[in-house]
C-alpha cells in the first residue's frame, strides 16, 4: 500500500486510484495554502493540515503509546491500529512532507510487504463483533463435537470388523482342527494284546486284553457319551460310551475312572487309569464293542477297529 493511501484512510478520505500522480511523489492530500502540522510518532513523520476535525497527531500519538481512542467507530479504529501498527513495526518505512503535501517511502524488502499484507488480513478478521465472535466459536465447537463423534462411531465400526475377522479366523482354525482330528483310535498306546476275542477256558472272552504298566492313560476309542463309570462285576471298574452310531464300547479293570456318567468325550480324550482290579491276572484294559447298543450284539473290536482306519 502506498504512503497517500495510508494518509487518505487515516484522515477518513477515500483512497486514490492505484498509479494516479507522479512516480515517486503522492499529489498533496489538501490545498497548500491550508495550515500544517507536523506530527511524529515511533519513527513515522506526518505532516497534515489543521483543518480536519479529526486530529490526526492526536491519534498517531495515541495509537504509537498504545492508547485507545474513544469516539472512533468499532470498525474504523480497529483497521486504524492494524494498519499503525504495521507501519510502525516496518523497518525503515517512512513518511515525509513538507510544504505541499508529499510522502516517501524507503525501499521495503518483500518480507515486510508480506507482514504488511498479512496485518491487513487480520484487521478484516478482527472485525468481528462480539456476538459474531461467539456465534463463530459455538460453530467451531459444533464442528467439533461432530468429528470426534464421527470419529467415534468410525472406530467402533472398526473395532467390530476386527473382532468378526478375529472370531472368523478362529473359527476356520477350530474348523481345520476338526478335520484333522482323528475319529476313531486306538484305546491305549505302547500296550500288547495278550488275549484275542473268542473262546478261552471255555467261555467266551467278548473283546481285546491289552497288557500295559500300571497308571497308563485309557482313551476313548470314538467320540460320544458316557453312560456308565462305576464299578462292574468282574470288571471291578468299567467305563461305558455310546457313539453316535449306537455302537458301545467297554473299558474294564482299571485303576481309576477320569469321566463322569452323561459326559460328552471325544474319540483321544483321557477316560481311565490302566489298573488291575475285578477279575484279572494282571494290569491291562479289557476292551468290547457291542454293536447297536449296550445289550447289542459283542463283537471283536480287532476288525471293527481296522475298519475304522486304526491300526493294531
Known sequence: MDPQRLVRLFDGQPARPAGAGTAGAVPAVRPISEPAETVEARGVLVVR?????????ALVVDV???RRRRGLPVRRRTAALVLTAALLGATGLGLVATGPLTARAAPSSASEATSVAAALRRATDADLTEDEAAARLQEMAA???EREDAEAAAAQVQAAT?????????AEAAAAAEAARPKVVLPIN???ITSGFGSRWGTLHPGLDFAAPMG???????????LQARTASGFGLAVYIQHADGDVTVYGHMEKILVAEGQ??????????LGNRGQSTGPHLHFEVHVGGLDGQKIDPLPWL???????
Open 143 to 145: 464442528s467439533r463435537s
Open 306 to 312: 481296522r475298519d475304522h482306519g486304526v491300526a493294531v
Open 64 to 66: 504509537a503509546a498504545g
Open 49 to 57: 493540515s489543521t483543518a480536519t476535525a479529526e486530529p490526526l497527531d
Open 264 to 273: 460328552t468325550v471325544k474319540a483321544g480324550d483321557t477316560i481311565a487309569l
Open 162 to 170: 476386527d473382532q468378526a475377522a478375529l472370531d472368523a479366523a478362529a
Open 216 to 226: 497308563t492313560p485309557e482313551y476313548a476309542a470314538m467320540d460320544g457319551v458316557v
Open 190 to 192: 505302547g500296550a500288547r
